[in-house]
Antibody, heavy 121, light 111 residues
Framework: QVTLRESGPALVKPTQTLTLTCTFS??????????VSWIRQPPGKALEWLAR???????YYSTSLKTRLTISKDTSKNQVVLTMTNMDPVDTATYYC?????????????WGQGTLVTVSS | QSVLTQPPSASGTPGQRVTISCSGS????????VNWYQQLPGTAPKLLIY???QRPSGVPDRFSGSKSGTSASLAISGLQSEDEADYYC????????????FGGGTKLTVL
């Protein structure tokens, strides 16, 4: 059974760096054709993709946010970590991690429950 | 402003068939496959359709997807009250960098 769970601070101050951890089970990120992405959703708004890390450690970032994002994985711990620098109140959102599986392209079949991050002084 | 364009709302009565459209461009829908997600209030998105028209196991066959050119559609037949949710389309975009782009979401109301 595939599960993912996001963890991190619920509240961060403007200009601080956010670090989120996705802990997963039921699959291995060292298996060919697997990846994990981070996606966020501001309250009442649409989904926004942030970053992706593949089984072979290839990394991809949102064009609009790439200067602020870093994604990494610890295969032995079944974890993926996302850092986002210089946080701003507009970054207030629920942050999700999701598993990607290759079917000609990656699609995301399992999602975590999400973690709400509020940016406020 | 979302890269993919969806109508903000749709509605139907129980038993009806409803379609939700998703419009993109040559760099996303025109050259990559489309996925559809259902998001019930307060929950994470759930995969409904992948690779334009494939249903994961457990998704009722009332849900179907199609794609033509730079547009895609999600159809829901035999509408049920539990289908009331937000629906999002998504696709990879190859324009400048590899990005996964979403539509703005469609709120489906079952009257």
């Amino acid at each position: 059974q595939v599960t993912l769970r996001e963890s991190g601070p619920a509240l961060v101050k403007p200009t601080q760096t956010l670090t989120l951890t996705c802990t997963f089970s039921g699959f291995s990120l060292s298996t060919s054709g697997m990846c994990v992405s981070w996606i966020r959703q501001p309250p009442g708004k649409a989904l926004e993709w942030l970053a992706r890390i593949d089984w072979d450690d290839d990394k991809y970032y949102s064009t609009s946010l790439k200067t602020r994002l870093t994604i990494s994985k610890d295969t032995s711990k079944n974890q993926v970590v996302l850092t986002m620098t210089n946080m701003d109140p507009v970054d207030t959102a629920t942050y999700y991690c999701a598993r990607g599986i290759w079917f000609g392209e990656y699609y995301f079949d399992y999602w975590g429950q999400g973690t709400l991050v509020t940016v406020s002084s | 402003q979302s890269v993919l364009t969806q109508p903000p709302s749709a509605s139907g009565t129980p038993g009806q068939r409803v379609t939700i459209s998703c419009s993109g461009s040559s760099s996303n829908i025109g050259s990559n496959t489309v996925n559809w997600y259902q998001q019930l209030p307060g929950t994470a998105p759930k995969l409904l359709i992948y690779s334009n028209n494939q249903r994961p196991s457990g998704v009722p066959d009332r849900f179907s997807g199609s794609k033509s050119g730079t547009s895609a559609s999600l159809a829901i037949s035999g509408l049920q009250s539990e289908d009331e949710a937000d629906y999002y389309c998504a696709a990879w975009d190859d324009s400048l960098n590899v990005n996964w782009v979403f539509g703005g979401g469609t709120k489906l109301t079952v009257l």
